[in-house]
Structure formats: structure tokens, C-alpha cells
């Protein structure tokens, strides 16, 4: 699965180049970025939880470690909303009626908090997020995620405030299980073989649509990521406890077909939360450059403060991606949402 996929904010460029006989020379290109100014900061998450009867466990941990989730969104500044659906909200199709797919605020055997949406404004936040995510687990063992995060987003009362325009859209499922989105309203769980299956691809080419994305600019506009069981021994596990589980295999594929990230159920729920958080602020704070430039020319500052290049994430300072032709940064140096980001080099070619 890819590891590293984010998304540019800005785009103000400046070239130029001279000749001398049959030989030229390339003066620096100039990218500046300003995330203030523009919407790339808004970031709109939308969590699709399992709420299947084996999943009680993993909901409480996710609603008891969302704090490390929120951390560094507020941290850094960044305008963020999150939503909750359920890995049946597909059966609004097959006559549940359209709450089915409604944005969760609580459940009935609960309580509701009355937002269907939280910000980091939102009163109580961390509690009223809890509440949201816990779905329970009287929820349909037919788990369909895919086709429920479709049902989710075109239900007209979630699209009419998510996900908002320009903001980038970060998909997280939490599940024990895998998909099996298909048309009909009968179960295919375990049949990767069924010709009714929906394709990745499908999935991909929606959300490229709703997104305006395409195969250049997916990175730049949304994510699927999830949490769930990536090998034998984590299934083996759980399987321990409650039979019934599976490998999240489509889950796998998704998250590499839309530059996402998978988590391991079976991992610290804290860290694995934290660690989609970071990986989501990179996604937002790629700087992509119009040129490929000479390596050893480029140079990154941010308000005004040369960043230091590293070679590993673990680091502070900033990384060239040169198979997109880009610019993370990381640690202590990634970007807050108000500030300047400029970087230098020498471009190869010219235009």
C-alpha cells in the first residue's frame, strides 16, 4: 500500500531561462505558498464504522483514543469536520429509509448529541465524538463499507454540509470484517469470486468524480484509509475471541488505489490513530513543482526559515519525492495552516 500521498496547496510560480549559441542555462524557479489564503486547509473526514455484533471492542477503543486522533488537526490549525456512517448504510437501498445512510449523532441506545457533524468548535468535542462513533453492534453482519460510504455521502442531508467545496476528503473504515458491496440485497461475504462484486475501480472513478479528481491529481483531493485485520495472526486473534472475522483485503486495495493508509487492528489503537492523523496533514501539506529541478539546488523555507532536507520521515525538515515530483514536510517543520511555504531550485529542463 502506498505510504506516501498528499495534497498541494498552492500554486505561484516563477521561471525563467537564457540561451548562449546552441548551449542554455536555467535560472532558479520560485514556487510560493500560501495556505492561508487558500481552502486546501479544510480537511472533511468521514469515518465508516463496522457496527456488526464483534465489533464493540474496537469501537471503544476509537472512541477512547480520538484525542490522539484530533491532536495534531488542532496543533496545526487546520479546519477540519468529521463525520460518522456504518458499514450498513447501504441498506437505505433496500427500503431502511434514508436515516439509514443519515450521518450517526449517537443511536438510540445511547444518546444523541444533536451533531451530525463536529468541528473543532464543536462543544465537548472529544466526548461528543465518542458518542457518535459508538454504533453499537445490532448493525448488519453483511458489511458493506464501500457501498455505504456511496449512500452516505449522496444522502442529501450529509451532502448539503460534507464534504464542503475545496476541502480535501479523508475516508477512514473501521472494521473486522471486508467488503462486499454488490446490487443485490442478499449476502456474498467470502465470495471474492462473484461476478456481482463491485470493482476498486468503481469505488476509485465515484470519488473521482465527486471529487473532480483524476489519475494526476488523486493524491491532491482524497484518501480511503482503514483499520482493520491485515494478517493471519491478527485474524487468528480475534477469531479467538468471536468467530467470523476476515483479512480486509478490498479494504487493502482501496487504500492503495486512492493513496490511503491502512492500520492494523490488532496494533496500539492509539498510535495507529496518531499515525493516520499525520499521515492525512501530509497528505494536505504536499507542495507539488512545475519543473523537475536539480536536487542538490532545492531549498524549502517556511516563513522565511531555511527547513533542512532530511532522507526518512522520522526526521525533521523537509523530503524531495521524486517519482511526484514533490515536496513533504515533517516533524517540527510541517506547515501550520497560516503559514508561508517557499521553495528554490534549479530546474533541469526548460519549459
Not at 2 to 25: D, E, H, I, Q
Request: glycine share 8%; proline share 4%.
Amino acid at each position: 500500500m502506498k505510504k506516501l500521498a498528499y495534497l498541494p496547496l498552492a500554486v505561484a510560480l516563477m521561471t525563467g531561462c537564457g540561451s548562449n549559441s546552441s548551449s542554455f542555462s536555467l535560472l532558479p524557479s520560485e514556487a510560493n505558498f500560501e495556505q492561508a489564503a487558500l481552502t486546501k486547509n479544510k480537511i472533511d473526514i468521514l469515518w465508516v464504522v463496522d457496527n456488526s455484533g464483534s465489533m464493540d471492542s474496537s469501537q471503544q477503543a476509537l472512541a477512547t483514543n480520538i484525542a490522539r486522533f484530533i491532536e495534531l488537526f488542532n496543533k496545526r490549525g487546520f479546519d477540519y469536520s468529521m463525520a460518522v456512517s456504518t458499514s450498513d448504510a447501504y441498506k437505505e437501498l433496500f427500503g431502511a429509509g434514508q436515516n439509514q445512510s443519515r450521518f450517526k449523532d449517537g443511536t438510540d441506545s445511547t444518546s444523541h448529541t444533536g451533531y451530525h457533524v463536529v468541528t473543532r468548535n464543536t462543544p465537548n468535542l472529544v466526548s461528543t465524538f465518542s458518542t457518535n462513533v459508538l454504533q453499537g453492534i445490532m448493525g448488519s453482519g453483511d458489511e458493506r463499507a464501500f457501498q455505504s460510504i456511496k449512500q452516505a455521502l449522496e444522502n442529501p442531508d450529509n451532502a448539503a454540509v460534507f464534504p464542503r467545496p475545496g476541502a480535501f476528503l479523508a475516508v477512514i473504515i473501521l472494521s473486522d470484517e471486508d467488503d462486499y458491496s454488490h446490487d443485490g440485497s442478499n449476502s456474498i461475504a467470502g465470495d471474492y469470486s462473484n461476478p456481482g462484486l463491485h470493482s476498486i475501480a468503481s469505488y476509485v472513478s465515484y470519488l473521482d468524480g465527486l471529487t473532480g479528481a483524476d489519475a494526476s491529481t488523486r493524491a491532491q483531493k482524497y484518501s480511503v484509509n482503514s483499520i482493520a485485520i491485515l494478517d493471519q495472526q491478527c485474524l487468528d486473534t480475534l477469531n479467538a475471541e468471536t468467530p467470523g472475522r476476515r483479512i480486509g483485503i478490498r479494504y487493502v486495495e482501496l487504500a492503495e488505489a486512492t493513496n490511503g493508509i491502512v492500520g492494523d487492528l490488532c496494533g496500539n489503537f492509539g498510535q495507529t490513530l496518531a499515525d493516520i492523523s499525520a499521515y492525512i496533514l501530509n497528505a494536505v501539506t504536499e507542495f507539488f513543482l512545475d519543473r523537475e529541478p536539480n536536487v542538490s539546488t532545492i531549498r524549502a523555507y517556511i516563513d522565511g526559515k531555511r527547513v533542512p532536507r532530511i532522507e526518512s520521515p522520522s526526521g525533521d525538515g523537509f523530503i524531495y519525492h521524486a517519482d511526484r515530483n514533490s515536496i513533504t514536510f515533517h516533524g517540527k517543520w510541517q506547515p501550520q495552516a497560516s503559514q508561508d511555504v517557499k521553495v528554490t531550485f534549479d530546474p533541469t529542463s526548460i519549459r
